[in-house]
């Protein structure tokens, strides 16, 4: 791992019985200016009670549930197990 790099550390373990877990990771700064950015217009202009916290949830439950949906989606349209399917017709990924 590039030493630039961090592995993302979780604040405590995550434990079935909570529906959140703290997340702890390094940004670029200017993914961090971008955000705070939004935070600021919210802030002023739409919604006052605005954090970090919000704006970083929105991003990363939109991108999990475009993940998921994904995930989803392959699942039900591909076949049982294709690579068994391709051995019997004498086929090799």
Known sequence: M???EQQTAYARGRNP???RTDLRASVRKFTMDVIDAEVNYRT???DPSASR???INEILEAWALAQWHRA???VALAP???LVQDSQEQRHV
Do not use: A, I, Q
């Open 17 to 19: 019985e909570l529906e």
């Open 80 to 82: 049982s197990n294709p």
């Open 72 to 74: 989803t989606m392959t």
């Open 2 to 4: 590039p030493l630039n």
């Open 44 to 46: 002023r202009h739409t």
């Open 53 to 55: 916290n919000l704006v």
